[in-house]
């Protein structure tokens, strides 16, 4: 049940119970007063005013009982008068027709008193004793009502005490139904509140301990629901910005690690040769051009480093603009091996592109192409063979593959490949074997551009590498050998 519905409820019941409980104890009090005139001394007077108020109150109750009632709750009423000080005579055409109450000896002089006077109603007093006469009109018929009475001064003392306690009753009711219902109703309330808001507490307790494996289990179904969900959700992508950070932590210790070694290895050879040269060491000239020659290509090295460290610094912190547009991927792919088949020959790897469907994708065509080059430099460094092989398929899904048959990379490394400076080289021995920043800039790319990309394990032993970019459904597609 929802808050909303349980506050509802609360002011609906905040109303009923004490109404109910009031006009349950008002009842029980209605039948006090009813049991206190029957079984004690009865309705009685003081004054001559009373009298002639029970006489009224008489007279009105039997002319406007139901013709079809009968006499029996007539009766009941006038038995609450007091017997013994009290008497009523109801008589038609001189005849009695009702008698209530102990006759006393004035009674008949009182009698003929009240008729002599030609009125209606008329009230006599000798002072000890009263009468009240009055005609009225029952079913139909003419009677006259004589109601004789003897003040006295505790005659309705019981009476009053059992309207006051009654009153007295009521009001306690009254009271302790309020504050019942508002203590229950409270609790009723509260407890559907407290649970989530404790369970939210100890939550961000254990969160604030760095407990970020805790989640808040609540069944409910109110309010406090999507809280508890936002709160789960709220802890598991902080999770994940911690698992994230430390794992940015771990990337940038490996890139300073990887930087300083490098760029140690080219700057130490320039340092031998330079030395070299200056000892004396090259006293030819030939020699000496073979320094300066190892001097350029190791400097060309450490530029070509940092050109690359500054591109994936810049995709990294995505501050190379990505120009997406509609592109013929398989005539772009095609194209593209065509253009690096006579390079990629004298190094020794044959590119093949076969089985390419048409497809129209939405990427960057200059990103895309560093993206290429970069797999295709990949597989011409780590080529087992004097002439490798990079075949190049492009699926109707949109997925291209270039697959080499390389010495590939054991399975618990494919992973780690598109790291900043991995290599599957651990010792990083091979200087030939790169920086390690070629394919964790096409990872950046192909992120850059809202696509994927993975490596497995090659068909034929090497390695597999799998892009897949956003297809575009519509639109015309660039000419693959635009370069803009």
Known sequence: MTIKRRLFLSNVLMIVVPALVTALTGLLCMVMVVSVLRQGSGLGYEEGGELAWIGRTCREV???APADSGSREIWQIVSLLDGSAMRLVLTEDGRPVYTFGTEQADDA???????SLDCDPVQVSTGSRGIYLTRLTYQGRTMQLALFGTPGEHTGEAVKAAVALSALLILLAIVLSILATNRFLTRFVLRRVEEPLDLLAAGVR????GDLDFRIAYAGKDEFAPVCGAFNEMAARLKESVERTRRDEESRKELLAGISHDLRSPLTSIRAYVEGLLDGVAQTEESKQRYLRTIRTKAE???????QLFLY??????GVPMEMRPIRLDEFVAGF??????????RGLEITAEQLTPVTVSADPEQLRRVLSNILENSIKYKAKETGRLRITLEESGRLTLADDGPGVPEEALPKLFDVFYRSDPARKNPAGGSGLGLAIAAKAVQGMSGTIRARSGPHGGLAIEITLPKEEHGDAEDPDHRG
Not at 109 to 115: G, I, M, N, T
Not at 206 to 209: F, L, Q, S, Y
Not at 301 to 307: A, E, F, T, Y
């Open 62 to 64: 039997i002319q406007e």
């Open 206 to 209: 254990r969160i604030g301990e």
């Open 301 to 307: 090295d450490i530029d070509r480093l940092v050109s």
């Open 109 to 115: 002089r009182l009698l003929q008193s009240a008729e």
């Open 313 to 318: 610094s810049k995709l990294d912190l995505e």
């Open 337 to 346: 091996a065509e253009e690096a088949a006579l390079d990629s020959r004298t």
